[in-house]
């Protein structure tokens, strides 16, 4: 029984720690030019898009993005890990991801609470 506990808990390590380990490439891959006010949509300048990354990144769907509530142009996903909180952007006109944004989330709901509207 404590062989299995061990066994589970290394596993969940492990997830956990490529979860940030992908987190922070998808970070370091976001072109540095992308910003929430880019209205372009040549999808040849997407490298990654909506369609690749919703069926293989886990992650949660957002109401809002949390730094622009009322902006309709984008729409935003987090994803967890461990105790930090990646916040991805993506273009709403192509679902061309913009950018990413990692944070604990203690200070995500010390930021913007736990409702997003």
């Not at 596993?11 to 992308?34: E, H």
């Not at 996903?77 to 993506?90: P, Q, V, Y």
Request: proline share 4%.
């Amino acid at each position: 029984m404590m062989r299995t506990k061990t066994l589970l808990a290394h596993g969940l390590i492990r997830c956990g720690l490529a979860a940030v380990l992908l987190g922070a490439l998808l970070a370091a891959m976001t072109p540095a030019n992308a910003s929430k006010d880019e209205k372009k949509s040549d999808t040849a300048s997407c490298w990654i898009s909506y369609s690749d990354y919703e069926p293989n990144f886990p992650h949660v769907d957002l109401a809002a993005c949390p730094d622009a509530p009322k902006d309709e142009t984008v729409f935003c996903r987090a994803r967890l890990a461990g105790d930090s909180m990646t916040i991805d952007r993506f273009r709403q006109a192509d679902g061309c991801l913009l950018g990413s944004v990692t944070t604990s989330i203690a200070d995500f709901i010390k930021s913007y609470g736990t409702n997003l509207k």
